[in-house]
């Protein structure tokens, strides 16, 4: 499978990509590590007229402590969150999923900002981002905005950036214990059928892999939580106002069972970590 | 577009699409066919090369984004007068392989694996070998291999 025809542009700086990218901002696409975007073309799914690629771009993949929070520069790769000391440290989920997306050779080449910006509802990084109520930070020919994550997914493949927007930075609380991630999939490498990230650290937070068309949060178990339920009655609640899709891998009627099961020991697992 | 790769130590530089795939080049352009082509959809690992060291699965990068790096493939492992390299050495001595469709990328993804995990558990080589699909369902001996490669001395970390 080979992707249809592009201009390939490589970017010297963000300036190099949103300048490109103002040209012609709806067939112009940001290619970062490709492990998102290249499957697309090859499917012939997405078809750019330019590819532009920021993956070379210096200065956009670190993970920094900057004080009550923890800043991730969008270019970081899965590897690099999952090794990073500041992110073991102080935001240990996000640097556990990012150990779990994929295998090995796409965490050494897929990056944070692509798998965001992506919005796929099947990937790990967003129900965590989620989660830890971050901060995308944007920027674009109208300057620099920041948009949280509850603001973040929007659909299906969709999310808030503006077709000539760039994500830069994406910004995380920080949350050492009482967390929990849960995925269940059929195979190593594959997506999760449901997946369930949970922070207990503050105001309970649970998000949800593959539980609709694009990432959400499992309100209902989190107005449980807040009203005092117990973990199994709180997980009676996960797919409450939700619609998971039916698929060749799952049933929406699985989905539901698998996310009510997944929450709670999420729950349980997080609650102990919390100690 | 022009890129200029260095492949296995030898670099040259070519004229290809933008849309030409890596591993395409390497095994087209390159005439480097120890690289395998098998799901193409970035899940089996049969394509896997090291780009600066690292795995990385090769129907799922452009030639452009290897211009100006440095690429490790099967026919880089042995050493020039055709002594095998120590992971392909375990794997020969283990029986490592029965088709032998999933080696090359096994090979490149064990060389990651070390390099990251010197002394790995047995769990961290199944873990570390998620992505590398063997269909003959040969995962056992592959294992063996692997912690014996790990444990053999020879390895230059």
């Given at each position: 499978m080979i992707p249809a025809s592009f201009e390939y542009r490589r970017a010297g700086s963000v300036e190099d990509a949103l300048g490109w990218l103002a040209e012609d901002p709806d067939s112009t696409k940001?290619?970062?590590?490709?492990?998102?975007?290249?499957?697309?073309?090859?499917?012939?799914?997405?078809t750019p007229g330019v590819l532009v690629d920021v993956g070379r771009v210096p200065g956009l993949s670190y993970v920094r402590d900057a004080g009550d929070h923890v800043a991730?520069?969008?270019?970081?790769?899965?590897?690099?969150?999952?090794?990073?000391?500041?992110?073991?440290?102080?935001?240990?989920?996000?640097?556990?999923?990012?150990?779990?997306?994929g295998d090995p050779q796409v965490r050494h080449r897929g990056t944070i900002g692509g798998s965001l910006a992506h919005g796929d509802p099947a990937s790990d990084l967003p129900a965590?981002?989620?989660?830890?109520?971050?901060?995308m930070v944007a920027d674009g020919p109208r300057g620099r905005r920041e948009i949280a994550a509850s603001d973040f997914f929007r659909g299906f493949l969709e999310t808030a950036l503006e077709p000539d927007e760039m994500l830069t930075e994406i910004r995380v609380r920080k949350a050492p214990s009482g967390w929990a991630f849960q995925k269940f999939n059929r195979r190593a490498q594959d997506w999760a059928i449901v997946g369930v990230a949970a922070v207990l650290d503050g105001d309970p937070r649970v998000a949800l892999v593959n539980m609709g068309s694009t990432t959400v949060r499992a309100r209902g178990t989190e107005e449980a939580l807040a009203a005092g339920a117990d973990a199994a009655e709180a997980a009676d609640r996960a797919s409450e106002g939700l619609e998971p899709s039916s698929d060749l891998h799952a049933s929406a009627e699985y989905r539901r069972h698998l996310a009510t099961v997944l929450v709670r020991r999420a729950l349980v697992e997080a609650a102990a970590a919390r100690g | 577009m022009r890129v200029t790769v260095t492949v296995n130590g030898t670099t040259e530089t070519h004229d290809v699409e933008t849309r030409m795939l890596l591993v395409h080049y390497l095994r087209e352009i390159?005439?480097?066919t120890g690289t395998n082509i098998g799901c193409d959809t970035?899940?089996?690992?049969?394509?896997?090369?090291?780009?600066?060291?690292?795995s990385v699965k090769s129907c799922t990068l452009l030639a452009a984004q290897a211009d100006g790096e440095e690429i490790t493939t099967i026919e880089g492992m042995a050493a020039p007068d055709?002594?095998?390299h120590p992971i392909q050495e375990a794997f020969h001595r283990h029986h490592g392989l029965q088709c032998g469709f999933c080696t090359p990328g096994m090979v490149m993804a064990v060389a990651s694996l070390l390099k990251e995990h010197p002394d790995p558990t047995e769990v961290e080589v199944r873990e570390g070998l998620e992505g590398n699909l063997c269909r003959c369902t040969g995962y056992h001996n592959i294992v063996q291999a692997v912690l014996a490669?790990?444990?053999?001395?020879e390895l230059v970390p």
């Open positions: 940001l290619l970062a590590g490709g492990h998102s975007l290249l499957p697309l073309m090859k499917l012939r799914l997405a991730i520069g969008a270019l970081t790769r899965h590897r690099d969150l999952e090794i990073s000391e500041v992110a073991r440290a102080f935001v240990p989920l996000l640097a556990h999923v990012a150990g779990q997306v965590a981002v989620l989660a830890l109520d971050a901060t | 390159r005439g480097l970035t899940s089996c690992g049969a394509c896997t090369v090291l780009l600066d060291g690292e055709g002594t095998l490669a790990a444990h053999s001395g």
